[in-house]
């Protein structure tokens, strides 16, 4: 719903009252856009978002348009195993099927207002007759907690906010850890890392990844991170520095085991120099272990392209 916020608020804000939506409720094989995802189209016939990258979006929108006129809620299926598959342009092997329904513009302001708010729910939508049910589960992002108010964590959390993650960057040192130094995150704080850990309590939805080079910050920071839930915990450094590391976390009574969790040298290997660069390796990183998969080339690739990520 989040992708198409901002239009549901301008069209309300000009008058408008219902609105249909298309939301993808199932998916086969290759599909261009994961369940859930939604195209909204408004009384003046205006668009935002999208079910299928543009695959079936025209045929779709006629469909919401009927049920802006009057018709009852539908659901739809295109694949290449249906017949009108090449009419509406899904030849790539995949199939998937599209509710369109009409909502009160004020319902679905309020839908993203909870989204927004990060709350733990779920909305339930019967797709036909048969009592066929479709549940989204909504919840808070997921975070990205960076240690180290550095240029990269910057360029972290300015990449991280197009994903539509949370982003919370850590130092204790205060004329580091400004607004104008690092616009883009979400929260500040400025306490040592073990206080950090308290107030954050990483969970299963986070990323940490680590960007000092002092022992005092890189250490503590990483025994709490890797005792959390965190799904993720990368650390910048040579490999040369890794390696002291793990034999001062080995001191310090961590297990092989959980030093191992360590990402280190954070990030995929892009030949990345820039701070934006290394932005883009580490949240490839992060988005590939988030996905189960090993973060190589597509090409070189045998699997599915596309995955759910819960």
Same mark, same amino acid.
């Given at each position: 719903?989040?992708?198409?916020a901002?239009?549901?608020?301008?069209?309300?804000?000009?008058?408008?009252e219902?609105? *249909?939506?298309?939301?993808?409720?199932?998916?086969?094989?290759s *599909?261009p856009r994961?369940?859930?995802?939604?195209?909204?189209?408004?009384?003046?016939?205006?668009?935002?978002?999208?079910?299928?990258?543009?695959?079936v979006?025209?045929?779709?929108?006629?469909?919401?348009?009927?049920v802006?006129?009057g018709?009852p809620?539908?659901?739809l299926s295109y694949?290449?195993?249906?017949?009108?598959?090449?009419?509406?342009? $899904? &030849?790539c092997?995949?199939?998937i099927?599209?509710?369109v !329904?009409?909502?009160?513009l004020?319902?679905?302001? =309020?839908?993203?207002?909870r989204?927004?708010?990060g =709350?733990?729910?779920?909305?339930?939508?019967?797709?036909d007759?048969?009592g066929k049910?479709?549940?989204e589960?909504f919840?808070?992002?997921? $975070?990205?907690?960076v240690f180290? +108010?550095?240029?990269?964590?910057e360029a972290?959390?300015?990449?991280a906010?197009?994903?539509?993650?949370?982003?919370?960057?850590?130092?204790?040192?205060?004329?580091?850890?400004?607004?104008e130094?690092? &616009?883009s +995150?979400?929260?500040?704080?400025? #306490?040592? &890392?073990?206080?950090?850990l308290v107030?954050?309590? &990483?969970?299963?939805?986070t990323?940490?990844?680590?960007?000092? @080079? !002092?022992?005092?910050?890189?250490?503590?920071?990483l025994?709490?991170s890797?005792?959390?839930e965190a799904f993720?915990?990368?650390?910048?450094?040579?490999?040369?520095?890794? #390696?002291?590391?793990r +034999?001062?976390?080995l #001191?310090?009574?961590?297990?092989?085991? !959980?030093i191992?969790?360590i990402?280190?040298?954070?990030?995929?290997?892009?030949?990345?120099?820039?701070?934006?660069e290394?932005?883009?390796?580490?949240?490839?990183e992060?988005? *590939?272990v988030? *996905?189960?998969?090993?973060?190589?080339?597509?090409?070189?690739?045998?699997?599915?392209i @596309?995955?759910?990520v819960s």
């Amino acid at each position: 719903m989040k992708e198409i916020a901002a239009d549901l608020k301008r069209w309300r804000d000009r008058g408008d009252e219902q609105v *249909a939506v298309a939301t993808v409720v199932a998916t086969r094989g290759s *599909a261009p856009r994961p369940i859930g995802s939604k195209l909204a189209i408004s009384k003046q016939g205006e668009l935002a978002g999208s079910v299928s990258g543009g695959c079936v979006e025209n045929e779709v929108y006629e469909e919401a348009r009927a049920v802006l006129g009057g018709a009852p809620p539908k659901l739809l299926s295109y694949g290449i195993s249906d017949e009108q598959a090449w009419s509406v342009g $899904l &030849p790539c092997g995949g199939e998937i099927d599209v509710f369109v !329904e009409e909502m009160n513009l004020r319902d679905a302001e =309020e839908l993203v207002a909870r989204i927004d708010r990060g =709350e733990r729910f779920s909305r339930t939508t019967v797709l036909d007759e048969s009592g066929k049910e479709f549940v989204e589960e909504f919840g808070p992002p997921p $975070l990205l907690l960076v240690f180290g +108010a550095v240029d990269t964590a910057e360029a972290l959390c300015r990449a991280a906010k197009q994903l539509g993650w949370r982003t919370v960057v850590a130092d204790a040192r205060a004329k580091f850890a400004t607004v104008e130094r690092i &616009p883009s +995150a979400d929260a500040l704080i400025v #306490e040592w &890392p073990e206080e950090v850990l308290v107030q954050v309590e &990483p969970d299963a939805g986070t990323a940490v990844v680590v960007l000092t @080079h !002092e022992n005092r910050f890189d250490i503590p920071a990483l025994i709490g991170s890797l005792r959390s839930e965190a799904f993720y915990v990368g650390a910048l450094g040579a490999r040369r520095n890794q #390696e002291r590391r793990r +034999a001062r976390l080995l #001191e310090e009574g961590l297990s092989e085991g !959980e030093i191992d969790r360590i990402a280190g040298p954070v990030g995929l290997d892009i030949g990345a120099e820039s701070p934006a660069e290394t932005a883009v390796s580490i949240l490839g990183e992060i988005l *590939a272990v988030r *996905a189960g998969r090993d973060g190589g080339r597509l090409k070189a690739s045998k699997g599915r392209i @596309h995955v759910e990520v819960s």
